[in-house]
């Protein structure tokens, strides 16, 4: 198999420069004709995918972000390489073994591999020299107006422990209404949520099969829920503290999704699909 | 209806600041997300090409062959070997800052090793870490540091490691890191999908004809049922 697809690539004069480089140590040590392909094939690749950026950092003008041919090739080189490894180079391996099998020329095979290992390089190089889009300068202004990150609410303060009383009162009104909850919960969301606990992807097509639906169906049903069980208690405690409803609504929640893992270990049909996906995982996971 | 008022502590900056930086490397990956997924080998892994010489052991660095991850170059550790003979690996992250308690940052400055997703390890066959690269090993004191926790911890659950070694706590169910556990659970189980493995047959060993056995007699039901067409000149017992 592998003298057939060195056949191949030989017949394919396209593939003559990445062969060259998968030879050689760097592009700089290839023939001019198979640099300038290379280089070329980088210098277009990150042009295209830092495009698609630009609206995640503080310029506007793909220009400003550019590489010139030469550098963006280097950057993916460099990206790609570990120094000082005992097979740094290994990502060439990658690259060409993902020609065995494919109904696709190797040609193509090894280019879209190498855009793949690019769009890993330029997010690296994005996030390491440019500022994010809400970062306000006075010499470049961000492209538009996002809402800050609720970084607030998603990563609260620790609680002060001398507050532990109330802190049960809270966790118990917080069993109270998942009591409520779990009671009218549709079974398609009691799966999701039990997947969720058990850190099983929602894409799983056992589980898609038994739910009877598409993927994006449980994501926006979960999203829903979400939003309505926070939205429920900022209306009944409308009056109280912000920061504490947030705080019982991510009780109530997590309260729920235990129940829910809890009420899976009894459907038959549920726990096959969670156990077979914790034969595969280890059985350690746990975040 | 008043709530019983629970007083909290400033949020720590460190943890702010850590969310922040991954939530826009996060928002970069989605950016830059393939239209359409990468289409994954046909070609069983077992003939995916000559397996690495070095032999699988706790502590390597390996990176995955294609035909197991086709989405990037993906490397593990190897973090020791299963009762069954599998191994158990944990995958390193594809972003630089660690999402949650359950993710470490390893020391290293190479992009694609600087996080160790703990949370995400699981069992590996020896054929398919034989068939991926050995890119590098885990030094000594990587391998005390990073490994001993999370081997110890199998059984009893997540391993620990120090607060600013790690990502911030994850409780917020609208928190976008629940969608980056997806995605990575999607990894983990495009890796250890079953169908790579050897094929196991629910047939117990008793059940098994051997060749040269007494079949039962042409024309009984059961036998025609079993056997096809192939046994059919077999001479009556």
């Known amino acids: 198999m592998a003298l057939s697809l060195q056949l191949v690539w030989m017949t394919d004069r396209r593939m003559t420069p990445w062969t060259e480089w998968k030879e050689r140590c760097a592009a700089r040590l290839c023939s001019p004709a198979s640099r300038a392909a290379l280089q070329s094939f980088g210098g277009q690749r990150f042009r295209t995918l830092a495009q698609r950026c630009m609206n995640t950092i503080n310029i506007s003008d793909v220009s400003l972000v550019t590489l010139s041919d030469p550098d963006a090739w280097h950057l993916l080189e460099v990206h790609m390489t570990l120094p000082d490894a005992i097979h740094g180079k290994a990502y060439k391996e990658w690259l060409f073994a993902r020609t065995a099998g494919s109904p696709d020329a190797p040609f193509d095979v090894v280019q879209g591999g190498a855009t793949l290992l690019m769009r890993s390089a330029v997010r690296e190089h994005l996030r390491r020299e440019h500022l994010p889009a809400t970062h306000v300068s006075a010499n470049q202004p961000p492209t538009q107006i996002t809402t800050a990150p609720c970084c607030e609410e998603w990563l609260p303060g620790p609680l002060d422990t001398r507050d532990t009383v109330e802190h049960r009162e809270l966790q118990s009104l917080a069993a109270q209404h998942a009591d409520r909850l779990f009671a009218a919960l549709p079974r398609r969301l009691k799966m999701t949520l039990a997947a969720r606990a058990c850190q099983l992807p929602l894409s799983t097509p056992d589980l898609l099969e038994l739910a009877g639906c598409q993927c994006s169906t449980l994501h926006g049903a979960y999203r829903e829920f979400a939003e309505r069980v926070f939205d429920e208690l900022r209306e009944c405690y409308r009056g109280d503290d912000r920061d504490t409803v947030s705080d019982l609504a991510v009780e109530v929640f997590n309260d729920l999704t235990q129940r829910c893992g809890t009420w899976a270990e009894n459907d038959n049909a549920l726990q096959d699909i969670l156990q077979s996906a914790g034969r595969q995982d280890g059985g350690g996971a746990t975040v | ?237």
């Open chain 2, 1 to 237: 209806m008043t709530l019983p008022r629970v007083n909290r502590d400033q949020p720590d900056p460190d943890q702010t600041a850590h969310l922040s930086r991954w939530l826009r490397e996060w928002e970069l990956l989605q950016a830059l997300a393939p239209d359409t997924p990468p289409r994954a080998s046909h070609t069983p892994l077992a003939l995916a090409g000559a397996a690495d010489p070095n032999p699988v052991q706790a502590g390597d660095i390996r990176l995955l062959h294609p035909a197991i991850e086709p989405n990037g170059v993906r490397y593990v550790a190897v973090l020791c070997q299963q009762r069954g003979g599998d191994f158990l690996v944990a995958p390193f992250g594809l972003l630089s800052e660690p999402a949650t308690q359950d993710e470490v940052t390893t020391g290293r400055t190479t992009p694609a090793l600087r996080v160790l997703c703990a949370w995400n390890r699981f069992e590996m066959c020896r054929d398919d870490l034989q068939r991926s690269w050995l890119a590098d090993r885990l030094n000594d004191e990587e391998c005390h540091t990073l490994l001993t926790p999370m081997v110890t911890a199998t059984a009893t659950g997540a391993a620990t490691w120090p607060a600013d070694r790690t990502g911030p706590p994850l409780r917020h169910p609208l928190d976008p890191r629940w969608g980056y556990l997806e995605m990575e659970s999607e990894f983990r189980q495009r890796a250890c999908r079953p169908t790579r493995h050897g094929v196991v047959y629910d047939i117990g060993a008793g059940e098994l004809r051997k060749a040269a056995e007494t079949r039962t007699p042409y024309g009984t039901p059961a036998d025609e049922d079993e056997d096809g067409d192939e046994d059919r000149s077999t001479p009556h017992a």
